[in-house]
């Protein structure tokens, strides 16, 4: 197959890197999306996003005049669809007793409507965004057949998922194996002949619902896994244990690999997609569901943590280091981290946030500061929060010469009892509560 023309519609976190890394390669690609500010940026030759190394590539796709930038998809060779699918803020389901999230695919319908227009024989369309299961066949495949023309005889219909990881992601893009799920055998091939355009990892082809349940899949299993992480997070403390060396010491076992605790799971994806597996069958799916609640409750073990350090938490002060879901990047979305915040302010702490990733984000409710001294000025304590590497690295004597806090509480295993503890501070970490 030739692809010499394809859109993408939705220029976020995944389609913005996908649609630049097409045009470097060759292909003349359409960028759609449907916020003005999207566009109104990346046809000022800037970009939305923080991604290290979007920047350059975004450039040189503009400057070569492969990537153009629109409001709405053209008639094209293939049509990539890699808009967000979040969970209803204002609405759940309920299966015995217990309460889960649902997904809004507002979104996805209507990209999948923005095609219709557009569709012609021969084509290819590829749903990327993380779907509930059967989403392709059962959602997409009839809006598209609305157009006269039928799903894997006049074109071609596929569901691949995103599988890169935000901070790498213009590196795995190429280089992560990419699973093309066909609504038939030949659209599964037409899916992968596209990303051979510039997928250097392996190709494997299979059927729509298999893909969305490998995406599915892959980030249930991480939930689950940092879910028994932080629930051993909670046993050490009771029973006078570090977590982390009792980690550490465990997975030194050649089959056990224990991830990391922390404040909690935050992000887009991994707090999000297990729920589209509990909706889809509740009744099937216990651990998933008590696993997500696990995650969600850690910022309150955190305000536990928080509170045995300072004792009573009213009007105190506290320096709170890190905003975004994880480490090194500028993203705020369902971040734990704001969570404990909110549970701090309503024990009636004072918190000052910082987070250099993005030091004029605007969140309801958080103080936030303009810089780390005025943080840390007047400060009882510091918590971090999140493990950004400028974090990490601190030097806890220099930080002793500029807050007068002497309590400093860790939830993320970045700082040395004892190198904290030679500066003067007392250092409470998160799971650890040995005497
Ligand atoms: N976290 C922990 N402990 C850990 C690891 C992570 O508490 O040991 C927390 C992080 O701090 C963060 C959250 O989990 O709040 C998620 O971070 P992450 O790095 O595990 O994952 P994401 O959400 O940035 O990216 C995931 C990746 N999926 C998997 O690793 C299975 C990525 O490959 C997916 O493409 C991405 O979701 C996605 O878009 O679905």
């Not at 991604?51 to 629109?70: D, F």
């Not at 055998?185 to 510039?198: I, N, R, V």
């Not at 890190?322 to 480490?327: D, E, H, I, Q, V």
């Amino acid at each position: 197959m030739n692809f010499q023309k394809i859109c993408i519609l939705g220029l976020g976190y995944i389609g913005l890197p996908t649609a630049s890394t097409f045009a470097t390669h060759g292909v003349n690609v359409v960028g759609v999306d449907i916020n003005p500010h999207v566009i109104e940026t990346l046809q000022g030759g800037s970009i939305h996003i923080h991604e290290p190394g979007l920047r350059g590539v975004v450039e040189s796709a503009l400057a070569s005049g492969n990537l153009t930038i629109s409001p709405k998809p053209e008639k094209a060779d293939a049509f990539l669809i890699a808009v967000p699918t979040p969970f209803y803020e204002d609405k759940v389901g309920e299966y015995d007793g217990r309460k889960y999230r649902l997904a809004d695919m507002r979104a996805v319908i209507s990209a999948t409507e923005a095609i219709l227009p557009c569709l012609r024989k021969g084509n290819l369309v590829i749903l990327e965004s993380t779907s509930p299961p059967r989403t392709t066949v059962d959602l997409v495949k009839p809006i598209l057949e609305r157009s006269g023309l039928k799903a894997g005889i006049d074109f071609y219909l596929c569901y691949s998922p995103e599988r890169v990881l935000p901070g790498q992601i213009l590196r795995e893009l190429i280089e992560n194996a990419r699973v093309v799920g066909g609504v038939t055998p030949e659209s599964a091939k037409a899916g992968h002949a596209l990303y051979a355009t510039f997928v250097k990892g392996q190709i494997i082809e299979t059927d729509a619902t298999t893909a969305e349940m490998v995406k599915l899949m892959e980030n249930t299993t991480r939930d689950v896994n940092i879910a028994i992480a932080n629930e051993f997070s909670r046993l050490a403390e009771k029973f006078g244990v570090d977590v982390w060396e009792a980690i550490s010491l465990a997975n030194l076992h050649p089959r056990i690999n224990i991830l990391s605790p922390g404040p909690g799971v935050g992000g887009h994806c991994i707090s999000v997609d297990p729920w589209f597996l509990v909706e889809a069958a509740p009744e099937l799916t216990p651990l998933i569901y008590h696993a997500r609640k696990v995650n969600d409750d850690q910022p309150y073990f955190v305000l536990g943590e928080v509170k045995r350090a300072l004792g009573t938490l009213k009007d105190k002060k506290i320096a709170a280091l890190g905003l975004a879901y994880k480490p090194d990047v500028d993203d705020l979305r369902e971040s734990p981290a704001a969570e404990v915040i909110h549970l701090l302010q309503l024990e009636g702490a004072q918190v000052k946030a910082w987070e250099p990733f993005k030091p004029e984000a605007e969140l309801k409710g958080i103080d936030m500061a303009t810089d780390l001294n005025t943080a840390f000025k007047d400060a009882d304590a510091i918590l971090l929060l999140v493990k950004h590497t400028q974090f990490a690295d601190f030097d806890p004597e220099d930080i002793a010469t500029r807050t007068r806090a002497r309590v400093a509480i860790d939830t993320v295993n970045a700082w040395n009892a004892e190198e904290w503890q030679k500066a003067g501070f007392r250092l409470v970490r998160l799971g650890v509560n040995k005497k």
